[in-house]
T-cell receptor, first 114, second 115 residues
């Protein structure tokens, strides 16, 4: 988990509230990613960013938003439009360019919405 | 499109026995393949990757994986399993033709190593 921090570890919210999950990296990576993990479904990509001030939708972007104002930070907002927000959220980062780069993951944030 | 299948939800093995976790993939071009491990309530840790060259890739903690192009497989192996290897294992693929570094993950295989 070294180099990528996610906070908080556990987050509880009421239905209808927006919530922002923090992700910070000190690995000097250009690319950052947000995944959602549900039991038995593996990881699904929500959003990714290959460079500051640019990001793209992943496979399940509806109900989520992101920003990439700084290289080190890639916060994820879970909006009230997300129909089933309770999940384990993982942030990752990697190098970018023509090489083949493994992704490094943070420790995750477990979000519970009731 | 790229996809990954991990056909076994769970693998049980006795400590000291060989461990194999299966993975098959589908890509339109050539694949880059990865294995990750996840311990409870933690992020994923990188184990190894295949880019090109030797079909047998060695990684962290004594794990290795064998790339088989004809069977489109990339099975993870360890000759002698430890109780501490009990965890959730994910295979991931990236199509060489795909832009960026987007990975597609399999659904995961839980490994339980019994003493």
């Amino acid at each position: 988990d070294g180099g990528i921090t996610q906070s908080p570890k556990y987050l509880f919210r009421k239905e209808g509230q927006n919530v922002t999950l923090s992700c910070e990296q000190n690995l000097n990576h250009d690319a950052m990613y947000w995944y959602r993990q549900d039991p038995g479904q593996g990881l699904r990509l929500i959003y990714y960013s290959q460079i500051v001030n640019d990001f793209q939708k992943g496979d399940i972007a509806e109900g989520y938003s992101v920003s990439r104002e700084k290289k080190e930070s890639f916060p994820l907002t879970v909006t009230s439009a997300q129909k089933n927000p309770t999940a384990f959220y993982l942030c990752a980062s990697s190098g970018s360019g023509t090489g083949v780069y493994e992704q490094y993951f943070g420790p995750g944030t477990r979000l519970t919405v009731t | 499109a790229q996809s990954v299948a991990q056909p076994e939800d769970q693998v049980n093995v006795a400590e000291g026995n060989p461990l194999t976790v299966k993975c098959t993939y589908s890509v339109s071009g050539n694949p880059y393949l990865f294995w990750y491990v996840q311990y409870p309530n933690r992020g994923l840790q990188f184990l190894l990757k295949y880019i090109t060259g030797d079909n047998l890739v060695k990684g962290s903690y004594g794990f290795e994986a064998e790339f088989n192009k004809s069977q489109t497989s990339f099975h993870l192996k360890k000759p002698s399993a430890l109780v501490s290897d009990s965890a959730l294992y994910f295979c991931a693929v990236r199509d060489i033709k795909a832009a960026g570094n987007k990975l597609t993950f399999g659904g995961g295989t839980r490994v339980l190593v019994k003493p």
